[in-house]
């Protein structure tokens, strides 16, 4: 029985001591893996940051880019007399271990902030606005880098500035008690009520020729609006005399052509007499031969006096002797 228990104890120690061992494994492991010890076993390369001003970054401290850490500071910064890539020519020389599977693009600023006024220093890289995945920094490469303002900075400011708000304070209470004394005086408060009552009056003077000027233009209006009417009237007149003296054209155009179509007749009727009075036809007969004229006389007389069934000729001494003399004649119309 007593052996039996002291094999059960023994057991029970022994899995007790493979579970602690087990556990304690466990925790090397992830404080190596995720402590700064791991850090020791990664492999990495070195860069070398000059900056102006590394208060506060100390050993160790981290390398972020983009909040991301992927690096550290390895060496605490050395007072750097000479530098080839900073403008003030000295400042401190920072080196940083990156590691290897990181690789940060060409044209990246270095830059030394803080996590609030007060928190850690750290270095932090960021990478250009524009970047093509080409080009990266190659081990080794020494860059230049800048500092963010600390709380002692912002201090040292704010004292300066301080300092300058009294000087401009004690400007403008000088200047003020020289306003004071050179224009606020008895005098000076006496012509500026002058003054003041000047412009009173000027500004009721204006208001009386502002009314005025008032009356003015609403008669000018009423003077304007007349002319108006009387343009338009006169554009109305303008426009039936235009109406008439159109029409008087067209009436005289009418007139030409009745005066060309009556000298056309006139020409007419003077080729028409003078044919008649100049040819041989009857008409020419009439006019020029007696006897005829005196045998046509006598033919109408007899159809007169018996008519057309019992016509006869009358005896010859019944005829009215004709006019001694020659025939009459006739004068020839006269042209145009």
């Known amino acids: ?84 890539v900073l403008e003030a020519g000295s400042g401190v020389e920072v080196a940083l271990r990156i590691r290897e599977d990181i690789r940060i693009p060409a044209g990246s600023s270095f830059l030394v902030g803080s996590s609030g006024l007060l928190g850690d220093r750290f270095v932090a890289v960021r990478p250009p606005p524009e970047f093509d995945g080409a080009a990266f920094i190659e081990p080794g ?24 708000l009294r000087e401009a304070v004690s400007k403008i209470n000088s200047a003020v008690g020289r306003v004071e004394s050179e224009f606020l005086g008895n005098e000076t408060i006496g012509d500026l009520k002058q003054v003041f009552a000047n412009i009173k009056n000027t500004s009721e003077s204006f208001a009386e020729v502002s009314a005025k000027i008032t009356h003015l233009i609403d ?37 030409r052509v009745g005066i060309a179509d009556a000298r056309r007749l006139v020409g007419s009727v003077q080729k028409a007499v003078d044919r008649g009075t ?11 031969d007696r006897k005829l004229a005196s045998d046509l006389s006598a033919l109408v007389r007899n159809l007169k006096e018996h008519g057309l069934l019992f016509y006869r000729d009358a005896p010859e001494e019944s005829r009215t002797a004709p006019r001694e003399g020659p025939p009459p004649t006739r004068g020839r119309p006269t042209g145009r």
């Open 141 to 164: 490469t020494r860059l230049a880098g800048t500092t963010e303002k600390s709380l002692q900075d912002l201090q040292r400011e704010g004292g300066e500035l301080i300092l300058e």
């Open 278 to 288: 100049e040819g041989d036809g009857l008409i020419s007969s009439l006019l020029n």
């Open 1 to 84: 029985m007593s052996d039996r228990t002291a094999e059960n104890r023994e057991g029970l120690e022994l899995k007790v001591g493979i579970f602690v061992l087990t556990g304690l494994a466990a925790i090397a492991v992830m404080v190596v893996y995720f402590g700064a010890l791991g850090d020791t076993f990664r492999k990495s390369y070195l860069l070398t940051v000059e900056l102006p001003d590394a208060s506060g970054l100390l050993k160790d401290s981290e390398v972020l880019l983009a909040g991301a850490r992927i690096g550290k500071v390895s060496e605490s910064p050395k007072i750097l007399l000479k530098s080839k």
């Open 219 to 255: 008669g000018a209006g009423e003077a304007i609006d007349k002319a108006s009417s009387a343009i338009e009237t006169v554009s109305g007149t303008l426009a039936k005399g235009g109406e008439t003296l159109e029409n008087a054209s067209k009436a005289s155009e009418e007139l």
